[in-house]
Every structure is written in structure tokens, then in C-alpha cells.
Nanobody, 121 residues
Framework: QVQLVESGGGLVQPGGSLRLSCAASGSILSIYTMGWYRQAPGKQRELVAAITAGGQLNYAVSVKGRFTISSDNAKNTVYLQMNSLKPEDTAVYYC???????????????WGQGTQVTVSS
């Protein structure tokens, strides 16, 4: 079994900052990519940022220059530093990991439970 546990969401004023964390635990053989997606009410879930085990980064255009994704491979943890937050960043943020578990022969996608980020004055 693999679990992704997120933390760090909350309410922040426009222009403020938040840091999200996501730790993967369980029977993990290899993690290939970890990332963050978000889903606002009435909208589709979208990629925010992702990082590969080799350190390649991918950001949504809307967050480039404001958000920074990083990881601690030894802790199977990914972080999302969000600066200069805007009301349109309000959404449920989901952690995602593409990994191979010890009981599997293929890569699989796992999701966290989601954490609410609300940007409002």
C-alpha cells in the first residue's frame, strides 16, 4: 500500500505565500515523478508543477515565476512554495506521484486526499 499525505493548505491574503508538502509512504520501490495538481470549483483538474527523480521541472504557465516545486528524494517528499498568490489560485491542491510499488511490475499513479488553498482578502 502507498499513501500520499499532504499538508500546508489554508487561507491567505492576495500577495501572500503558502508552502505545501506531500510525503509518500508505504511499499515503494521507485518514484519517477511527483507533482501538484489543482481543481477549482466547476473546472477540470490541471497540472500546477511536477518534478522528476532526475530533477526535471515542469510548471503551468500561470504559476511560472511565482511557484517553486522541490523534492527531498531521501524522504519521498515534494514541496510547493507558492508566492504572490492570487485569488485565481484558489483551489483544492492534490499531490500526485508516479511510482512503482514493491508489489507491482508497472508504474502507477497515486493521489493525495487534497488540501484546500483559498486566496482571499
Amino acid at each position: 500500500q502507498v499513501q500520499l499525505v499532504e499538508s500546508g493548505g489554508g487561507l491567505v491574503q492576495p500577495g501572500g505565500s503558502l508552502r505545501l508538502s506531500c510525503a509518500a509512504s508505504g511499499s515503494i520501490l521507485s518514484i519517477y515523478t511527483m507533482g501538484w495538481y489543482r481543481q477549482a470549483p466547476g473546472k477540470q483538474r490541471e497540472l500546477v508543477a511536477a518534478i522528476t527523480a532526475g530533477g526535471q521541472l515542469n510548471y503551468a504557465v500561470s504559476v511560472k515565476g511565482r511557484f517553486t516545486i522541490s523534492s527531498d528524494n531521501a524522504k519521498n517528499t515534494v514541496y510547493l512554495q507558492m508566492n504572490s498568490l492570487k485569488p485565481e489560485d484558489t483551489a483544492v491542491y492534490y499531490c500526485n506521484a508516479e511510482l512503482q510499488g514493491t508489489m507491482s511490475v508497472v508504474r502507477e499513479n497515486y493521489w493525495g486526499q487534497g488540501t484546500q488553498v483559498t486566496v482571499s482578502s
